[in-house]
């Protein structure tokens, strides 16, 4: 006989498949032929109607001309894993169309270094580039702050994974690390390391064998007993450049770490060689887009740069005379404009950066010791007329095209502010303050930037709740405004003292203090400044915003 435990057992066994025979649902088998990598365009209607999840939004996504989310139903795709295996965090197909054909139209002419064909469709692009296809989707999707932050963890996530524990290298990482650099103030405010991806960019050039002349027959078949390439680099290292894409991505790395070093003077630099002044002619002669022409124009305007800053940078003195110094560096500036090309003279972006190396020269010039007091007054007065003609080409441009700069472009901006700021109160023999304060005023120049970047957030006005654009520039423009009251304080501070010291003489009860000797580190010029506005200037633009 049973006992009455094993009894009591079978009767709740026996109760609990009833109970799941009952509620049992049968789940529809998914379709073979939609995934990911099967969907090519024409993509499949979708509904305009509202959903609850916000996938009604996809209607409007697919017919504006310039995308905006609803904000009052957010596109929030579903979390799921890709189907290539690689990626947490899928999006829809009409979604990811939209994203990349923007990105080809509007952001990929600002960094010519990685170039997305125009005759693929995103589902072949993702097939052949998955890692570049999405670092392109993450940056085109600054108007959906939610998913793009998203986007831009799983890119770091699957960096992590596939290039430090599957040791995997491959062109397609390469390409995707470079997009992701050049718009990298999208997630910066997430995750501050823009320097060490730019050091496994440096490292996959390497491994890949990028940074190298493809070797000759009696070199390749040299070898010794231990393969130290496999050793060094993995068995998947090769050797020599063989398509157009290898070299611009190589060139992409070399311009990006050169503009780094130059901006942050902290970093070393790829060095020019001989190997990518063969790129540079290889991609020019033939001429697979016209893009191409730019980026050379923009890697040999680098290599001018780099022959200057060895000297000066780091070093109390020049080994030349400064007058000489600066007559050599703009006597090559002028060359290089000659020889740009016709079609390329009335380029924006190429003349912020030309712009933008001579300021940098000169404030490099600013750190030095210098022969004669009026040496170094040339130089900060031609700074003055330097930094008013970037200003003028960087307002400039059209509205719609500030939200689609790259970081480098944003960093010359910030970099100039506070070259304008040191110039306006540092305390020099000769040095005319009212001059400055006159011919270039720091408050002058944010008045104009907040005009543009209002003009900026009026390109989303008449919607019923904000907008992410708006928001962003609007926030912009607030931090543009803390910096104008920061300088008027330290006129009206600076004022008082004047007037003290005058009340004091005319009291008899001291003497007018001696000229200050220049101190061009301008210690306790930001003391009464926020910090957070010059460190968050990138930060805030991709701040996380609840919408």
């Known amino acids: 006989m049973k006992s009455a435990k094993v009894s009591q057992l079978e009767e709740r066994i026996e109760t609990l498949t009833k109970l799941i025979t009952s509620c049992k649902t049968v789940f529809p088998t998914p379709n073979a032929g939609s995934t990911p990598e099967s969907s090519t365009l024409p993509t499949p209607p979708v509904s305009t109607t509202q959903e609850s999840n916000g996938q009604g939004e996809l209607g409007a996504v697919l017919e504006c001309g ?16 890709d189907g290539d295996g690689m990626f947490s965090f899928y999006l829809p197909e009409a979604y990811q169309e939209k994203l990349l054909n923007f990105f080809r139209a509007e952001m990929n002419h600002h960094f010519p270094f990685v170039i997305v064909p125009s005759i693929l469709t995103a589902g072949l692009f993702r097939k052949d580039h998955p890692f570049l296809f999405r670092a392109c989707i ?22 992590g994974e596939r290039m430090l524990v599957r040791s995997e290298k491959s062109l397609d990482l390469l390409q995707g690390l470079l997009v992701l650099i050049a718009w990298y103030q999208f997630y910066n405010h997430f995750n501050p390391q823009i320097m060490n991806l730019l050091h496994l960019c440096m490292a996959l ?7 190298r002349p493809q070797p000759t027959g009696a070199q390749s078949q040299l070898r010794v007993v231990i393969d130290t390439a496999s050793l060094l680099h993995g068995k998947g290292c090769t050797q020599g450049l063989r398509t157009a894409d ?4 190589l060139l992409g790395c070399y311009w990006l770490s050169a503009k780094m070093s130059y901006s942050f003077k902290r970093v070393d630099a790829m060095r020019f060689t001989a190997h990518l002044e063969d790129c540079c002619q290889v991609l020019l002669a ?16 680098q290599r001018v740069v780099e022959r200057y800053i060895p000297q000066a940078l780091g070093q109390p003195c020049l080994p030349v005379p400064v007058r000489s110094f600066v007559k050599c560096f703009e006597e090559d500036i002028q060359k290089f404009r000659q020889s740009i090309p016709r079609d390329l003279l009335k380029d924006a972006h190429l003349e912020i950066h030309i712009l933008g190396a001579q300021i940098g020269m000169y404030e490099i010039i600013q750190m030095t010791d210098c022969d004669l007091p009026i040496h170094r007054i040339e130089a900060w007065s031609a700074c003055l007329n330097r930094v008013g003609e970037f200003w003028d080409c960087f307002l400039s441009q059209p509205n719609e095209q500030l939200p689609n700069l790259t970081f480098m472009s944003w960093l010359h901006t910030v970099h100039i502010l506070l070259v304008v700021a040191k110039l306006s109160f ?16 720091f408050a002058t120049l944010t008045d104009r930037l907040i005009e543009k970047l209002s ?14 654009l708006a928001i962003r520039f609007n926030m912009y423009c607030e931090k543009m405004r803390m910096c104008k009251r920061w300088y008027e304080a330290k006129i009206n501070a600076e004022e008082a003292v004047k007037a003290s010291e005058q009340a004091a003489v005319f009291a008899g009860r001291s003497a007018i203090p001696g000229p200050a000797s220049p101190d061009l580190d301008c210690p306790g010029l930001f003391d009464t400044f926020d910090d957070t506005v010059w460190q968050d200037f990138m930060y805030d633009w991709a701040a996380p915003m609840q919408f």
Do not use: M
């Open 246 to 249: 290898e070299r611009r991505a």
């Open 426 to 441: 540092i305390p020099a023999e000769g040095w005319d303050l009212d001059y400055v304060r006159t011919k270039c005023s």
């Open 205 to 211: 050039t390497v491994d890949l064998g990028l940074n």
């Open 455 to 468: 003009a900026v957030a009026k390109l989303e006005t008449g919607f019923p709740s904000p907008r992410p």
């Open 286 to 301: 033939e001429a697979e887009y016209p893009s191409d022409i730019a980026l050379v124009q923009h890697v040999r305007l």
């Open 138 to 159: 993450a940056a085109a999707a600054h108007c959906d702050p939610p998913n793009q932050k998203r986007l831009g963890e799983d890119l770091l996530k699957t960096i």
């Open 66 to 81: 310039y995308w905006v989310p609803n904000l009052n139903h957010g596109i929030r795709a579903p979390l799921e894993r």
